[in-house]
């Protein structure tokens, strides 16, 4: 447990890490002509991409990739960002040669594996890096990494941008304050974890922060071994509203806040809290301390990595543990 709340407190030294690391890597002229990315990762390692395209606006199409295969239309002006903690997830080795046969620009990012090696032998620059500061050594740890590995170099190669001054100052004040705030965040997530337990968790977000949904449902489901699913405001008011009738379990939804969002989605969810209480279920929301997009993206960051370290604890359950993707994989293999 000592070693999962180091690593979630060493969240922000991740990030400097990564984004001063990546700074200084070095692409070929080629790398000038992106038409197109599409950027491949499961699990731990598929959730930078989601968080990026939510925070930051793209200058070119970006896609996420969480398959065996590249899109079809990958050709050599797309960029495939090839992203695997361990280096060695099997549907990211598959999309690396495959972005190879179709001539793509290729980067991405890996602690070391059959990734790490696929990027040395065909002399492709990317970001394979020392987790120092991730003392659990498990992917979901280590989000720093993937997330500002990733964001350090899509912003060298121009593929995202900057709306709130230039990036490399807002990582560092963004690292700064989510230091600061660490302890009020850590309290936070402690007080919501002791509401959660033994209930089923609907997360939802919106603009900036849909992705940070997305990974605090993935880090409940294994790190808390707990059933969430997260949801976009507004497109959950289209349909979802009318699924919280059956079955009778349960339920807590979670919203996470921001005084950035847009005011009609900012409606939408005092109007969508009040629906949720009509249908019988519990709601929470943690509301991310005002800043720029990149700081609010860390906050809510730090914050569920927290909060689902917590739950697990309340369970008695091995935060670090993942016994059934474990044996799945093992089935997996004997089936070749």
Same mark, same amino acid.
């Given at each position: ?47 930078? /991409?989601?968080?990026?395209?939510? /925070? ?34 099997? *549907?990211?080795?598959?999309?690396? *040669? ?15 594996? %059959?990734? /790490? ?20 050594? !498990? ?44 302890? %009020?965040?850590? !309290? ?68 996470? *806040? ?31 301390? !005002? ?39 093992? *089935? ?5």
């Amino acid at each position: 447990m000592n070693d999962v709340l180091k690593s979630v407190e060493k969240l922000p030294d991740q990030c400097l890490q990564a984004w001063e690391e990546t700074q200084k890597i070095e692409f070929d002229a080629r790398y000038k002509e992106i038409w197109n990315v599409a950027v491949c990762g499961m699990g731990a390692s598929g959730l930078p /991409a989601h968080i990026i395209n939510s /925070a930051f606006p793209a200058n070119v199409p970006v896609v996420s990739v969480n398959a065996y295969d590249l899109p079809s239309w990958a050709h050599e002006h797309t960029l495939a960002y090839l992203s695997s903690y361990s280096g060695n997830t099997e *549907e990211i080795l598959s999309c690396a *040669e495959q972005a190879k046969k179709s001539n793509c620009m290729v980067t991405g990012s890996s602690e070391g594996g %059959k990734l /790490a090696e696929f990027f040395k032998s065909n002399n492709y620059s990317a970001y394979v890096y020392d987790p120092k500061h991730n003392p659990a050594k !498990q992917p979901r740890m280590g989000l720093g990494y993937g997330v500002f590995g990733q964001l350090g170099i899509l912003a060298k190669l121009g593929v995202v941008s900057a709306v709130e001054g230039p990036l490399g100052d807002q990582v560092k004040r963004g690292v700064g304050r989510t230091t600061e705030s660490k302890g %009020k965040i850590q !309290q936070a997530a402690k007080k919501l974890a002791e509401t959660i337990k033994d209930r089923a968790l609907l997360i939802f977000a919106a603009d900036h922060l849909i992705g940070n949904a997305h990974a605090f449902a993935n880090q409940a489901n294994e790190t808390s071994k707990t059933a969430a699913f997260w949801f976009s405001i507004p497109e959950a008011n289209h349909h979802l509203l009318e699924g919280l009738k059956h079955p009778k379990i349960p339920l807590t939804a979670i919203f996470l *806040e921001s005084n950035n969002y847009f005011d009609p989605v900012k409606k939408r969810i005092e109007l969508t809290k009040k629906i949720v209480e009509k249908n019988g279920h519990e709601t929470q929301s943690y509301r991310v301390q !005002q800043g720029t997009l990149l700081e609010e993206m860390l906050d809510a960051l730090m914050f569920s990595s927290f909060t689902t370290v917590y739950l697990a604890d309340h369970y008695r359950e091995d935060p670090l543990a993942i016994p059934w993707v474990d044996s799945f994989k093992k *089935e997996l293999e004997k089936t070749k």
